[in-house]
């Protein structure tokens, strides 16, 4: 039986109309498929679908993404809880940013696997069906729950502010991605503090931390008896948990060969202790985090993609702070008011020039280096108001002013040909070279690169794929 309802794809290409068709009819009842946005929009307007996939461009040599934007915009106006997934092509990584800043739950690429397709389509579905579910938020609701640590009035912030106002009170697993410093942990205290569980102890296990031959007696416990130096019984990380949340920590980081265990103990929702005979009976909400880019968590040589499915249930995907410079100015002043009254210090004013600088830098650590930054600041600073120097920045910290020139006129395409002046003669890398080449000159249009190489279009998915292109 179908999880869902109803999905509805939205792709001028009869190909990915029919991959997508395929992948998705075991997750929904039906799977709808339109070539133009005007009929997949008409669609929507008798029945509103769990969720739809939408194509960003439809216009041939189209690769800006604003047919998409436009119809995107068109569907959330007549349903501000319609669950779209954008589909963007090879390459469209900025596009994709721009869709979920414009209110798309997540993206996927062409050419994509099935199993990253399932993923992001099914926990679009899940939030769609818990946001029904739940009673309408006011117009002027605040963009977070009053005595949220995650602090951010940005359009990625208060997506990720949404998904969680949504996920936190049912008890679906919970998968959390960003880079290290951008507030996982902050995410899992949050789901915590708002779920139905939040009176029960919410442990953290830190899973890159945990020695490998200590981790059955770290998550399941152990009896006394055991192995040498278990002089007591000692209940395990999950039991501590029971009825209340557990947080798995840079569950990325666990061996490949460990993961099986933690698998069986989330589906079976038992764990036996080291020495015990029997297993215990244990309800609890996971929240993993990990820093692994979605890529990396999608290698079957390093993560069990079972094991993946048991925790995504939903997925947040927390922003690095250079996508969202718009946030520091609040996150700065958040932690110059803290660190100045740890200190006793005076709360010294940031210059609009020294502001703009922070803006403007990259933030390589995220919300922790910036909150380094400011504790730094508050400590040395000896002048009226804050330098750059006192963050421990210098103007090359910051990018240059980028200054964008019309390229010329590009000549007429032509079909590719190869170099015959190279010396390097490895076929591999040649053919990598000419398909890069080829998707380059055609903008990364899939039919018209795979024409020009004499290629069917799966043929060309299939070496892309070989090459990690």
């Known amino acids: 039986m179908a999880e869902f309802d109803r999905c509805l794809v939205i792709d001028d290409d009869v190909d990915i109309q029919l991959a997508a068709r395929l992948a998705l009819r075991t997750l929904f009842a039906e799977v709808m498929t339109f070539g133009s946005p005007e009929q997949g929009f008409a669609a929507s307007a008798d029945r509103a679908p769990d969720v739809i996939l939408l194509d960003a461009n439809f216009t041939r040599g189209a690769t800006d993404g604003r047919e998409g934007f436009l119809?995107?915009?068109?569907?959330?106006?007549?349903?501000?809880?319609?669950?779209?997934?954008?589909?963007?092509a090879h390459g469209g990584v900025q596009i994709a940013v721009e869709a979920m800043k414009r209110g798309a739950i997540d993206f996927v690429s062409k050419p994509w696997r099935n199993d990253a397709l399932v993923t992001s389509v099914r926990t679009a579905a899940t939030l769609r069906r818990s946001q029904a579910n739940s009673a309408p938020a006011a117009p002027d609701a605040p963009r977070a729950a009053a005595g949220s640590p995650l602090i951010g009035q940005s359009p990625l912030m208060a997506r990720v502010h949404s998904i969680i106002a949504r996920a936190a009170p049912t008890d679906a697993n919970v998968l959390v991605l960003g880079e290290n410093g951008t507030g996982k942990e902050l995410v899992a205290r949050e789901l915590h503090r708002l779920s139905r569980r939040a009176e029960r102890p919410l442990v953290s296990v830190d899973l890159g931390a945990v020695a490998e031959n200590l981790f059955d007696s770290e998550l399941f416990g152990h009896v006394k008896g055991a192995f040498t130096d278990a002089r007591a019984d000692r209940v395990g990380r999950i039991e501590s948990a029971n009825g209340g949340t557990l947080f798995l920590d840079e569950v990325g980081n666990l061996p490949l060969y460990l993961q099986p265990k933690l698998l069986t103990a989330l589906e079976q929702r038992k764990v036996t202790p080291v020495g015990a005979n029997a297993p215990r009976d244990v309800d609890v909400r996971v929240v993993a985090a990990t820093n692994l880019r979605p890529a990396q968590l999608a290698?079957?040589?390093?993560?069990?993609?079972?094991?993946?499915?048991?925790?995504?249930?939903?997925?947040?995907?927390?922003?690095?702070?250079?996508?969202?410079?718009?946030?520091?100015?609040?996150?700065?002043?958040?932690?110059?008011?803290?660190?100045?009254?740890?200190?006793?210090?005076?709360?010294?004013?940031?210059?609009?020039?020294?502001?703009?600088?922070?803006?403007?830098?990259?933030?390589?650590?995220?919300?922790?280096?910036?909150?380094?930054?400011?504790?730094?600041?508050?400590?040395?600073?000896?002048?009226?108001?804050?330098?750059?120097?006192?963050?421990?920045?210098?103007?090359?910290?910051?990018?240059?002013?980028?200054?964008?020139?019309?390229?010329?006129?590009?000549?007429?395409?032509?079909?590719?040909?190869?170099?015959?002046?190279?010396?390097?003669?490895?076929?591999?890398?040649?053919?990598?070279?000419m398909i890069e080449r080829a998707l380059k000159l055609h903008s990364y249009n899939i039919s018209r690169a795979a024409q020009a190489l004499g290629l069917t279009r799966a043929a060309l998915y299939r070496r892309m794929e070989r090459h990690g292109l």
């Open 71 to 88: 119809w995107l915009e068109r569907l959330l106006k007549r349903d501000p809880q319609a669950a779209v997934v954008m589909i963007t």
């Open 299 to 433: 290698d079957e040589n390093r993560f069990r993609q079972d094991l993946l499915f048991r925790m995504n249930t939903v997925e947040i995907r927390l922003p690095a702070l250079r996508d969202r410079p718009e946030d520091v100015p609040i996150l700065l002043d958040h932690f110059l008011d803290h660190y100045a009254a740890k200190y006793d210090r005076p709360r010294r004013a940031v210059p609009e020039a020294v502001m703009a600088m922070l803006m403007r830098h990259d933030w390589p650590g995220n919300v922790r280096a910036l909150r380094h930054a400011a504790e730094r600041a508050t400590i040395l600073a000896t002048e009226a108001a804050f330098t750059l120097d006192d963050f421990a920045l210098t103007a090359s910290a910051a990018p240059p002013p980028v200054i964008r020139v019309a390229p010329p006129p590009a000549p007429p395409q032509a079909p590719v040909a190869a170099d015959p002046g190279g010396d390097d003669l490895n076929l591999d890398r040649a053919e990598r070279q």
